[in-house]
């Protein structure tokens, strides 16, 4: 009769380790890989959010190049209008065409020396609003060759919306 004798303690465990060491040779590359394949994603990731960036800020600066050159040619307006005693609807027809060239804006407004609104595109106002409170209206008071002053984000007392006001005087 033949005898079994059970495999001897050495032979198994050489076995399992070596079953072991397999398992690890044949996981080290999809290791690596998954590795390379995180690391690659997250430059990709990078690269994206930069170009992104990079877009976002050239069309912010276009558009605020817009609303200066906006505001610019609309005190130049306003004071030739004064000069010349034109009509008031003749000057809102005006700050309109300059409205409706910039979708950006959600208004474009004429302020007194007081801060009180007097003309503007945009909203049709039910009642005086004054701007005076605001710190881009009493710095430009304050400071009158300083340009074109960007607000921080602000509610507008006209559109009860946030924005950022762009203001000259």
């Known amino acids: 009769l033949p005898t079994h004798t059970a495999p001897s303690g050495g032979f198994l465990s050489r076995m399992v380790m070596g079953l072991v060491l397999l398992l690890i040779v044949v996981s080290l590359p999809a290791i690596y890989s998954l590795s390379r394949g995180r690391i690659q994603a997250f430059h990709e990731a990078?690269?994206?959010?930069?170009?992104?960036a990079q877009i976002l800020g050239q069309?912010?600066?276009?558009t605020l190049e817009k609303v200066a050159y906006?505001?610019?040619?609309?005190?130049?307006?306003?004071?030739?209008?004064?000069q010349r005693g034109g009509d008031t609807q003749e000057l809102l027809q005006f700050i309109e065409r300059q409205f409706r060239r910039i979708p950006e804006l959600d208004s474009l407004m004429i302020t007194?020396?007081?801060?009180?609104?007097?003309?503007?595109?945009?909203h049709m106002?039910?009642?005086?609003v004054s701007l005076a409170?605001?710190?881009?209206?009493?710095?430009?008071?304050?400071h009158p060759g300083a340009g074109l002053v960007l607000s921080k984000p602000i509610i507008s007392k006209i559109s009860s919306k946030w924005g950022i006001s762009c203001a000259r005087r």
């Open 46 to 52: 990078q690269q994206s959010s930069r170009s992104t």
């Open 59 to 62: 069309s912010v600066t276009h």
């Open 70 to 82: 906006a505001l610019q040619v609309t005190v130049e307006e306003v004071l030739c209008h004064r």
């Open 112 to 122: 007194d020396a007081h801060g009180i609104v007097l003309l503007g595109s945009g």
């Open 125 to 128: 106002l039910t009642e005086p």
């Open 133 to 142: 409170d605001r710190e881009y209206f009493t710095y430009l008071r304050d």
